[in-house]
Nanobody, 115 residues
Framework: QVQLVESGGGLVQAGGSLRLSCAAS????????MGWYRQAPGKQRELVAT???????NYADAVKGRFSISRDNAKNTVYLQMNSLKSEDTAVYYC?????????RGKGTLVTVSS
């Protein structure tokens, strides 16, 4: 059974930082492309950042220069370091694992940025 479990969300003031973690089980983590998505209230889910199995990064324009995605294959974990947070970063953040048509998503962790 595949499980992606996010943690690290919470309430932070604008300009602050948070580090999200996503622990994966039930998959061969190192061969999966991993990503973070978010969904703000009343908005569609959007891509935040991805990291391929070869550690190639991709970021949404809205977070470039502020967020950093990384992975630790030994721990089956992907991270999202979020700096200089803004109120518009408030959302539920979801971890995603994908490979050749198979895709899995976690239940999400809430990030609230107060201005």
């Amino acid at each position: 059974q595949v499980q992606l479990v996010e943690s690290g969300g919470g309430l932070v003031q604008a300009g602050g930082s948070l580090r999200l973690s996503c622990a994966a089980s039930g998959i061969i983590f190192r061969i999966f492309d991993m990503g973070w998505y978010r969904q703000a209230p009343g908005k569609q889910r959007e891509l935040v950042a991805t990291i391929t199995s070869s550690s190639i990064f991709n970021y949404a324009d809205a977070v470039k220069g502020r967020f950093s995605i990384s992975r630790d294959n030994a721990k089956n974990t992907v991270y999202l370091q979020m700096n200089s947070l803004k109120s518009e970063d408030t959302a539920v953040y979801y971890c995603n694992a994908a490979r050749y048509g198979s895709e899995y998503r976690g239940k999400g962790t809430l990030v609230t940025v107060s201005s």
